[in-house]
Nanobody
Framework: QVQLVESGGGLVQAGGSLRLSCAAS????????MGWFRQAPGKEREFVAA????????YYADSVKGRFTISRDNAKNTMYLQMISLKPEDAAVYYC?????????????????????WGQGTQVTVSL
């Protein structure tokens, strides 16, 4: 069965850096689009970044562009989110998600409802 496991969350001071990992198993990686989402208390789950396992195309929310970098290591079946210059508004539970790649994916990658599989989440806290 498909499993996604996030790790790397923790506590950092504003302006600091953190790298999140998402280890995937039970799927054909080149057939799936992968995404990072986050959810803060009292707010809806929002898109952060997405990447195609094949093609090398990435997408970012405007709020994180220039500060976050999404990447993959196909040999390790792992996706990463490198975060720098963290702000208090970045604090949230971060989730990785997977959905079968399709011709429509470039139009739907930012919608949580697009994704079929989700990890358990890892918490990122940004202190003052």
């Amino acid at each position: 069965q498909v499993q996604l496991v996030e790790s790397g969350g923790g506590l950092v001071q504003a302006g600091g850096s953190l790298r999140l990992s998402c280890a995937a198993s039970g799927l054909t990686f080149s057939s799936y689009g992968m995404g990072w989402f986050r959810q803060a208390p009292g707010k809806e789950r929002e898109f952060v970044a997405a990447i195609r396992w094949s093609g090398g195309i990435t997408y970012y929310a405007d709020s994180v562009k220039g500060r976050f970098t999404i990447s993959r290591d196909n040999a390790k079946n792992t996706m990463y989110l490198q975060m720098i210059s963290l702000k208090p508004e970045d604090a949230a539970v971060y989730y990785c998600a997977a959905d079968l790649m399709s011709p429509a994916y470039p139009l739907t990658y930012y919608h949580p409802r697009t994704y079929d599989y989700w990890g358990q989440g890892t918490q990122v806290t940004v202190s003052l």
